[in-house]
């Protein structure tokens, strides 16, 4: 589902206008990406919560040549998902 899809059929389970959607998902979107560039971690009750994981400089070995390289320190995302949602997986 690409994100048209996703702004239609939220358009279509909420009854609003598929410009209100996307606006809102755009919106929702903004305050997501403020959150995870400054650190704060954002959970969502009933859907799972994102935070983001500092991986520190380290180490590594080039496959081809054998060498070490150094691996640059970078920040990730991590999801982790509710319990609720994890409960729909099982049958």
Same mark, same amino acid.
């Given at each position: 589902?690409?994100?048209?899809?996703?702004?239609?059929?939220?358009?279509?389970?909420?009854?609003?206008?598929?410009?209100?959607?996307?606006?809102?998902?755009?919106?929702?979107?903004?305050?997501?990406?403020?959150?995870?560039?400054?650190? /704060?971690?954002?959970?969502? !009750?009933?859907?799972?919560?994102? $935070?983001?994981?500092?991986?520190?400089?380290? +180490?590594?070995?080039?496959?081809?040549?054998?060498?070490?390289?150094? /691996?640059?320190?970078?920040? !990730?995302?991590?999801?982790?998902? $509710?319990?609720?949602?994890?409960?729909?997986? +099982?049958?």
């Amino acid at each position: 589902m690409n994100k048209r899809e996703f702004i239609k059929a939220v358009a279509v389970e909420s009854r609003q206008s598929t410009v209100y959607v996307a606006a809102t998902l755009d919106a929702m979107m903004k305050i997501f990406t403020v959150c995870m560039e400054q650190g /704060i971690k954002l959970s969502l !009750t009933g859907f799972g919560s994102f $935070s983001v994981h500092e991986h520190p400089a380290r +180490k590594g070995r080039n496959p081809h040549t054998g060498g070490t390289i150094e /691996i640059a320190a970078k920040r !990730t995302i991590k999801f982790r998902p $509710s319990p609720r949602i994890q409960l729909l997986n +099982k049958k």
